[in-house]
């Protein structure tokens, strides 16, 4: 990331936000992917519908921000971002990620956005985790490979 975009940020934060209390409010349940997609295999009889609909809204909503959010905030990119990890890599990173999720009981995201939300003790220390090694390994990639 080479610019920081203050104006699509919050706004992304905030319909973040509007959307996990929505999903709480209207089904009782929290926005954790991890475990909206883990829910739904295998198929449960009376839990399937809301999981289904609420995957199926992440790629449409990110297709209407790729598609919408140039023409109304100058700050976002028209273009997506060109990704040079050959395909192993990819799918390395996806499968390390997929398992820190389980290990962790649920993603960056759920911790970050739900657990803290809740005031879980497990999330608090689920993201301190997040931060300080994120941290380290700006400093390593930063100040000592480079």
Do not use: K, Q, Y
């Amino acid at each position: 990331m080479h610019t920081f975009a203050p104006l699509s940020a919050t706004l992304g934060g905030l319909i973040i936000g509007l959307a996990t209390t929505i999903l709480w409010v209207v089904n009782g349940r929290t926005a954790g992917i991890s475990n909206i997609a883990g829910g739904a295999f295998p198929i449960r009889r009376g839990d399937e519908l809301w999981r289904f609909f609420f995957l199926l809204g992440l790629p449409i909503g990110a297709w209407l921000g790729f598609v919408a959010a140039p023409g109304l905030l100058p700050e976002v990119p028209a273009t997506l971002p060109t990704i040079t990890l050959s395909p192993v890599w990819l799918i390395g990173t996806g499968v390390l990620v997929g398992v820190g999720t389980r290990v962790g009981r649920g993603c960056t995201s759920g911790h970050g956005i739900c657990g803290l939300s809740r005031l879980s003790v497990r999330s608090f220390v689920a993201v301190g985790t997040f931060m300080v090694t994120a941290a380290i390994t700006v400093f390593i990639v930063r100040h000592v490979v480079s």
